[in-house]
């Protein structure tokens, strides 16, 4: 099915939680990221018949409300990773955290960020003083000397999380796994966008804000509403500071914390009742997600990551969620 689904290794989560010795195919499109939309990309061509496999109720309300319809609430990969990651044990071993750690609103294959790094760097220098800063660049901005210097030239450590995947190639299958280190580490997370990253950031127990240039995509697409939505909508989520009460209860929600499914009820929804199960301890293996090959391991392997050679017209691979 579409490649979207494997973006971030989300497919290796849902395997590993549902105990597989193989990443199948999921027989559906599942969400790959938090936005304001009906949860995918602007463009996205849904053959008939297959289940919209998404996060929270409210993305399948936006879509129903489109016009869409065969929604089924899953809840988030990232719901499922922090299950296996033992978070209720990992909290109450009241773990030492420092620093602030920043995501940048980023681009994608397509389109790049108009915007600007240098300012950015003086907002955050003004509000979060002097505390360790830790920048996560997005793979193509990564690879972007400019870009880069702009935060190592602030005396900031600059990272990625990996390469997402495209066209079930070079994806990170640990991306989230790398994520959710690096979030545990952190007192507090913001950017200059809402997006996924703020939302996994708030269920680790990090406080988190949003200000500073807030950069827009170039030809971004007027059906996500860009940031004027995100304002609208979340009017209490734009701001350095944002109160954690509020910000717990809308992530929890978001991330479909709540309403996780059993594995055996994601083995059914996915289409994988047939899938080989893996014996105790084993990993599940690349299977069709041979995809995965060439996935960056750490950020310094980023330049060896492989790209399009030719541009698409299409919108599938828009990025939603401003990780």
């Not at 304001?36 to 309300?61: E, I, Q």
């Not at 193509?140 to 990996?162: K, L, M, P, T, W």
């Not at 966008?193 to 950069?215: N, W």
Request: some cysteine; glycine content about 8%; hydrophobic content about 35%.
């Amino acid at each position: 099915m579409h490649h979207a689904n494997h973006f971030y290794g989300h497919a290796h989560i849902m395997a590993r939680y549902t105990q597989l010795a193989e990443v199948p195919r999921i027989w559906g499109y599942l969400q790959h990221g938090w936005n304001t939309h009906d949860g995918f990309a602007v463009g996205t061509s849904f053959a008939p018949n297959f289940p919209k496999l998404v996060w929270s109720d409210s993305v399948a309300r936006r879509g129903w409300v489109a016009g869409l319809r065969d929604y089924i609430v899953v809840a988030s990969p990232w719901a499922y990773l922090l299950q296996m990651s033992k978070q209720d044990e990992w909290e109450a071993s009241e773990p030492e955290r420092e620093g602030t750690l920043v995501y940048p609103f980023h681009g994608w294959e397509q389109q790049n960020i108009i915007g600007s790094h240098d300012t950015y760097v003086r907002q955050i220098k003004e509000v979060e003083g002097d505390v360790p800063i830790t920048i996560c660049l997005y793979w193509n901005e990564y690879q972007d000397e400019s870009v880069r210097r702009s935060y190592e030239d602030a005396g900031f450590r600059v990272i990625s999380h990996g390469y997402r995947g495209h066209l079930w190639k070079g994806t990170d299958v640990y991306f989230l796994d790398k994520q959710l280190d690096e979030l545990r580490r952190h007192k507090r997370v913001i950017s200059n966008r809402i997006g996924s990253a703020l939302l996994y950031a708030v269920s680790v127990g990090a406080e988190i804000g949003v200000y500073g240039d807030p950069m827009i995509l170039e030809a971004e697409r007027a059906a996500l509403g860009g940031r004027e939505k995100q304002l609208r909508l979340y009017p209490d989520l734009h701001q350095p500071f944002i109160p954690m009460n509020y910000a717990k209860e809308l992530a929890r929600y978001e991330l479909g914390q709540d309403v996780m499914l059993s594995a055996n009820e994601v083995r059914e929804v996915f289409g994988w009742q047939h899938a080989r199960r893996a014996v105790s301890g084993q990993t599940p293996i690349m299977g069709l997600s041979s995809m995965a090959e060439g996935g960056a391991d750490t950020s310094e392997q980023l330049s060896h990551i492989p790209t399009d050679d030719e541009k698409r017209d299409d919108a599938d691979d828009a990025v939603l969620d401003g990780q």
